[in-house]
């Protein structure tokens, strides 16, 4: 009988061991899972300027014909527009809630490759995806630069529409230094890079003459 009272005792305690025990916190040994962190993204941010027609472009809305558009005398309004996507690999757009700040950036330089040192630097805004009415860009952007205004050597720009928080009006910028021979080719450098992610960046080159 004791024999018999054993084996039931002991019967009993394996069975409750495989259950986890008699009473006690069941979710203790759980764990959570959080995936495989060596499995690739299939699905990641694309950020970037728009192709043509709506690539970033400068051009004088006072040019008589398609070919003047590009050339710029002194009083004339460099007019400098651009439009950046960003969406993700599996083309669906960002959603409700999302928001992305992103810094550009516009130089004038001598040749298509920016160089820092070398490069005038026209102007930095900060600009909001989607748009917001502290900003003056977003998805789609735009700027007056007045080129040399009285003969003088400089350019003053103001981003479109005017009174933003996150925007400037009148920015002057020497040129001298740049201008060192009349009749001047150039490229403007148009810079953007997400604010989140600094490594996400587009760039564009679009060519003028200064005159």
Not at 9 to 14: A, C, D, E, G, I
Not at 87 to 101: P, W
Not at 111 to 131: G, N, R, V, Y
Not at 136 to 149: K, N, R, T
Request: charged share 20%; hydrophobic share 35%; glycine share 6%.
């Amino acid at each position: 009988m004791k024999f018999t009272k054993l084996i039931l005792l002991v019967s009993t305690s394996v069975f409750l061991s495989a259950c986890g025990g008699g009473g006690g916190d069941s979710s203790s040994g759980e764990q959570q899972s959080t995936g495989n962190p060596d499995l690739p993204e299939t699905r990641k941010l694309v950020f970037k300027f728009a192709e043509n027609p709506l690539h970033p472009r400068a051009f004088n809305l006072a040019a008589s014909t398609r070919q003047e558009e590009n050339e710029f005398y002194p009083g004339d309004t460099i007019s400098l527009i651009w439009d950046v996507d960003i969406y993700y690999t599996d083309n669906s757009t960002i959603g409700f809630g999302e928001q992305y700040l992103y810094d550009a950036e516009v130089y004038l330089s001598a040749d298509d490759a920016f160089q820092e040192t070398e490069d005038l630097k026209l102007f930095s805004i900060e600009c909001s995806l989607p748009f917001t009415s502290q900003h003056a860009c977003g998805d789609a952007a735009s700027f007056q630069c007045v080129y040399a205004e009285d003969n003088q050597n400089i350019i003053s720009c103001s981003s479109i529409p005017l009174g933003k928080e996150q925007g400037f009006s009148g920015l002057a910028v020497d040129t001298t230094e740049f201008l060192d021979v009349v009749l001047k080719p150039a490229n403007v450098i148009f810079q953007a890079c997400l604010r989140d992610e600094p490594d996400l960046c587009t760039e564009a080159i679009y060519p003028i003459q200064l005159n």
